[in-house]
């Protein structure tokens, strides 16, 4: 997923840097990719991590409860990954609009540390998760496949 953004700025080069990178844009426009960063980052930070807890009452065994833990991990990660990449899709935008090649490379330098921070499925964020699915007590066996 994360190759997609490096991809497309490449081919945007062909599109936006007529001659070389260019000027340097309104100061607007970086602000704003600026901006759409700092959201991003804080509704990840802020909501991307929180769900339900597991439910203990219910009699399930310990495969449905990891499969279940797995595809709500799974499907928060999708989300943070949009969240994320909504960064970069709005510095393509203002790209155009202020014909400045340097918007997506400002914008992809934002986007892709943000996405492997917050979307990234490694054994930060999984343990994150792990712990707002356990906040009751119920194992989410999220921590069976981490490694130290």
Do not use: H, K
């Not at 704003?32 to 009699?59: H, M, Q």
């Amino acid at each position: 997923m994360a190759s997609a953004m490096p991809v497309i700025t490449l081919v945007l080069w062909f599109v936006l840097a007529t001659d070389g990178i260019g000027d340097f844009p309104a100061s607007w426009a970086p602000l704003v990719v600026l901006a759409v960063a700092v959201g991003a980052y804080s509704v990840c930070e802020l909501v991307g991590f929180r769900t339900p807890p597991l439910d203990g009452s219910v009699a399930r065994s310990g495969a449905e409860i990891e499969a279940d833990s797995w595809r709500r991990f799974t499907t928060s990660t999708f989300t943070r990954f949009a969240v994320c990449e909504a960064v970069f899709l709005v510095s393509v935008a203002l790209a155009f609009v202020v014909e400045s090649f340097w918007v997506v490379l400002i914008g992809l330098a934002l986007a892709l540390p943000l996405f492997l921070l917050e979307a990234w499925p490694g054994v930060r964020n999984q343990r994150r998760f792990a712990a707002a699915l356990e906040s009751r007590g119920v194992p989410s066996y999220l921590g069976g496949r981490l490694q130290d």
